[in-house]
Structures are given as C-alpha cells and as structure tokens.
C-alpha cells in the first residue's frame, strides 16, 4: 500500500524558516508529479508548489521565499520556507501522482498534513 507521510511542521516567528518532508512509501513503480497544498482555517486548499521531473513551479503567493526540492532515490519532496509570513498558517498536506507496482496508471495521493503556524 501507497502512503505519504508529512514532517517538519511546527510553530515559528514571523520571517523564520521551516522545511518541510514528504516521503512516499510501498510498493511503488514510480513517481510522477510531487506537489505541495496548503488549507488555512475557512479557507479551501490551495497549491503551493510542484516539482515535475526537471520542473518545478510554485505559487506568486510564495516565489522567491519557497522552494520545492526532490530526491527521487528516496522518493522525498521538501518544501524549503523563508521569510514566513502570519498569512503562511495553514495545513500542508502533500501531493504526489504514484504508479504502484503492478498498476499502469498513476494514482493521485494525499499526505495526512503537517500544521504549519506562524505567529509572535
């Protein structure tokens, strides 16, 4: 069985840094897309930023303060934040297109998310 399992959340100052994990496990074939959302309280989710292949893109709301970043030998997407911001808060919840062994489609996957705040 699939599953992807989030890290690094937590609480941090105003203009601070986190850097969050996701790692997929299971019997995988391969890995298509991996993405990062985020859904802050009242709000509907969000995409942050995604990594395809050599491509990654991110949201105008984050550029230049996250990055999105892969290791594809151990099937891991980070999420790098600087300069946070209170308006950052929010649920991260990771994303990725995974073609389990035995499968010849790819299936959309969610992480149990990983709350991130940011506050004084």
């Known amino acids: 069985q699939v599953q992807l399992v989030e890290s690094g959340g937590g609480l941090v100052q105003p203009g601070g840094s986190l850097r969050l994990s996701c790692t997929a496990s299971?019997?995988?074939?391969?890995?298509?897309?991996m993405a990062w959302y985020r859904q802050a309280p009242g709000k509907q989710r969000e995409f942050v930023a995604q990594?395809?292949?050599?491509?990654?893109n991110s949201a105008d709301s984050v550029k230049g303060r996250f990055t999105i970043s892969r290791d594809s030998d151990k099937n891991t997407v980070y999420l790098q934040m600087n300069s946070l911001k209170p308006e950052d808060t929010a649920v991260y919840y990771c994303?990725?297109?995974?073609?389990?062994?035995?499968?010849?489609?790819?299936?959309?996957?969610w992480g149990q998310g990983t709350q991130v705040t940011v506050s004084s």
């Open positions: 994303n990725a297109v995974i073609q389990a062994t035995g499968q010849s489609w790819g299936v959309n996957y």
């Open positions: 299971g019997s995988i074939s391969s890995i298509n897309a």
């Open positions: 990594s395809i292949g050599d491509h990654t």
